[in-house]
């Protein structure tokens, strides 16, 4: 979906169903949107003309910590949520929103993205929970806390950006439950055709396969749960939603169940979860059985300290 | 036969086998040949040689010496400073040293060997128990030979040992240029069949500093997690090793599941060196290779270079750049976030384990 500064949250909700809602009448019971959808809305509130580029590069250079930019952000988040909890409400449909700013009550600030029912009630919310070095020096603050949150579509667990680099997060979601790992992702390429390709023996990955191969469908496989990649497009941005399951669950055996087919333009993709099919899998392989939890307790989290001390 | 029985007769087997894999015939026979040597290291850049080792039976252990010593000096002819063999290069093919290994792994009831020992009807463990103790010596004396020979650091593959207690693990074994045996690394998660079978895993993952860069070595399954390889990388690891043998036919994305995705999460070069052929019946597969992060691939595909097929014995070499790699590294530290890590480490493994229906993670 691509992104715009918006200047009220009424034409974000509206761009929103208009894009969701051919989905929702093919029978689309969750929807999830990506990253960064939900900070447009900071931009009008912080003065950003429309046409400033996208991202939060330009929040970056507004000094976030400020106590009005915070103050900004504050209204710009409850603006935002009520936004995802309209549309949801308007579609009938589970939507996971798009990132968006939440300031905490000691004035942290943080990106979150939020969970809404068909009613149009938050379930649930889940901070990024690893920053980039770019990103920490714009005054984000990374959350502690991770979420699994029951949907009809499946157990969700929310990778936040940077989240998906860091295998420990998708771990731990999916040891506390979640079957169903959705990455919110943005990307500023240089313009790399992005193409997944269903690879013979003699095959060699292209670019951009290696890199979304690097990101969610690597949690995936490691952990045999769905993924929903939902990526920005537009304005800088470039990617291909992808949906993602263990390989031997996907026709070619590649673990694409979906991809978007483009990397440039609006798009939904639409997908079933078939959760006995995974439980097949996982039944048949149970990579979880082996897991060597004496050995972790032995190293972790002792061996990260030693490390950053 | 009860407890006491089997065990004195796997003591007699195993006796009997180490009388055939004396130290002295192994090393008269790796003496007198020419050898390569091996470049000296310079610490920036090192040169790696992968064996894609085709896995068969050996009747005679000089035929087995003969063909390690034969791949070792292809590596080192081609500049390899550090040579890698596969997972089981000292166990699968040795156990054709037992008289009637076929007849004994069909498991007495006239089935395919191959179909015994997949569904654990084979008594393996009672066959390693015996094979261990000249499997091992046998590796060890050719492996340690060679690397002394050839000048060269040689990461030998696993073979298999037993503990006080006879527990049966996999091990893999690196020696130094001087023949010595620098470390050991045990496998600490089991595949599934592997564990039908009986066998144990070990909870110590080993991290060595040498002329050719931090090495770490889990096995095969152990590159399906990204555990193992985390521990090893915060301990340093710059080059992790995968001694693998899959009993698959080769799958492009299968394998792409392991210590390529491994070094795409923890910033360190992969290598994978993989068994194929056929043992008892078992086909093996796979295409090894040598793997970089993304961004240090020529491509930007993670590959630095891979064996021209997935079911023939190759041996190739790929040089990689440790300066390189720890620019990178300086450049792209990960910046954990150690506070979440200590609230679900262990809480959300127990959690998860809790959660089990009798047994089976549910995931529908």
């Not at chain 1, 930019?69 to 409850?78: H, N, P, T």
């Not at chain 1, 589970?94 to 700013?101: D, E, H």
């Not at chain 1, 699994?148 to 929310?158: F, H, Y």
């Not at chain 2, 068994?275 to 008892?280: D, E, F, K, S």
Request: charged share 20%; with cysteine.
């Amino acid at each position: 979906m691509e992104p715009r500064w918006q200047l009220d949250g009424t034409s974000l909700a509206q761009r929103i169903v208009d894009l969701v809602r051919p989905a929702v009448s093919e029978g689309a019971e969750l929807v999830a949107l990506p990253a960064l959808l939900g900070w447009g809305i900071a931009g009008s509130r912080l003065g950003l003309p429309l046409e400033a580029p996208y991202g939060l590069e330009a929040l970056g250079a507004l000094e976030l910590s400020q106590p009005d930019v915070g103050r900004a952000l504050r209204r710009a988040s409850e603006e935002a949520t009520d936004v995802y909890c309209q549309a949801a409400q308007a579609l009938g449909v589970w939507l996971v929103g798009g990132s968006m700013p939440q300031v905490s009550e000691g004035d942290r600030l943080y990106n979150a993205a939020p969970v809404v029912d068909l009613g149009g009630k938050v379930k649930g919310w889940q901070r990024q929970t690893h920053l980039s070095r770019v990103e920490r020096t714009w005054g984000l603050s990374r959350g502690e806390d991770l979420s699994v949150i029951e949907t009809p579509a499946g157990r969700l667990g929310l990778l936040l950006r940077e989240d998906v680099y860091y295998p420990e997060v998708g771990r731990f979601l999916c040891l506390l439950g979640a079957n169903v790992l959705v990455h919110q992702g943005s990307w500023h390429t240089s313009g790399q055709v992005l193409i997944h390709n269903n690879c013979g023996e003699n095959q060699s990955l292209s670019i951009g396969q290696a890199e979304w191969m690097s990101r969610l469908w690597r949690e995936v496989q490691a952990n045999q749960v769905f993924g929903l990649e939902s990526v920005l497009v537009g304005g800088g941005y470039r990617g291909r939603a992808t949906v993602h399951a263990p390989l031997e669950m996907t026709s070619g055996r590649d673990g694409v169940l979906a991809q978007a087919g483009s990397d440039n333009m609006d798009e939904v993709l639409l997908t079933e979860l078939d959760l006995q099919a995974l439980q097949a899998v996982v039944d048949y392989y149970p990579i979880y059985d082996m897991l060597n939890e004496d050995m972790y307790q032995r190293y972790f989290p002792a061996l990260y300290e030693r490390v950053r001390e | 036969m009860n407890l006491g029985m089997e065990w004195l007769a796997i003591g007699i087997a195993q006796r009997t086998l180490l009388a055939r894999v004396s130290p002295g015939s192994v090393r008269r026979q790796l003496t007198g040949k020419h050898y390569p040597s091996a470049p000296p290291p310079d610490g920036r850049r090192v040169r790696l040689g992968v064996v894609q080792l085709e896995g068969r039976l050996y009747a005679r252990l000089s035929d087995y010496i003969e063909q390690v010593c034969q791949l070792t000096r292809r590596a080192v002819e081609d500049g390899a400073q550090l040579v890698i063999f596969p997972e089981d290069t000292g166990s699968y093919p040795l156990a054709g040293l037992i008289p009637g290994i076929e007849r004994l792994t069909s498991g007495g009831k006239g089935k395919p060997p191959s179909e015994a020992v997949r569904e654990g009807s084979a008594p393996v463990l009672f066959l390693f128990r015996i094979l261990a103790p000249a499997a091992s010596q046998a590796h060890h004396v050719a492996f340690s030979t060679l690397a002394r020979s050839c000048g060269a650091y040689i990461l030998a593959g696993s073979t298999l040992t037993l503990d006080s207690a006879r527990r049966v693990y996999k091990e893999v074994r690196l020696y130094g240029p001087d023949g010595a045996l620098l470390v050991t690394q045990r496998k600490t998660h089991l595949f599934p069949t592997e564990a039908l079978w009986g066998m144990s895993h070990d909870e110590v993952i080993n991290v060595i500093q040498t002329p050719v860069g931090v090495l770490a070595s889990p096995i095969c399954m152990d590159h399906t997690y990204f555990e193992p390889v985390r521990i090893a990388w915060l301990q340093g690891a710059e080059i992790i090793i995968d001694p693998a043998a899959d009993a698959a036919r080769y799958e492009f994305w299968a394998q792409r599941r392991g210590v390529w995705s491994r070094v795409q999460e923890s910033p360190a070069y992969g290598v994978h060196a993989l068994m194929v052929g056929h043992i008892l019946g078992n086909e093996f597969g796979g295409r090894s290779g040598v793997y970089a992060p993304l961004a240090l691939s020529p491509n930007g595909d993670g590959v630095l270079a891979q064996a021209a097929t997935g079911d023939a014995e190759e041996v190739f070499c790929a040089t990689v750049d440790l300066e390189a790699l720890r620019a990178y590294r300086r450049e792209r530290a990960p910046d954990f976030n150690v506070a979440l890590y200590r609230k679900y480490t262990p809480q959300a493994y127990m959690q998860a384990r809790a959660a089990r229906q009798n047994g089976r993670r549910v995931v529908a």
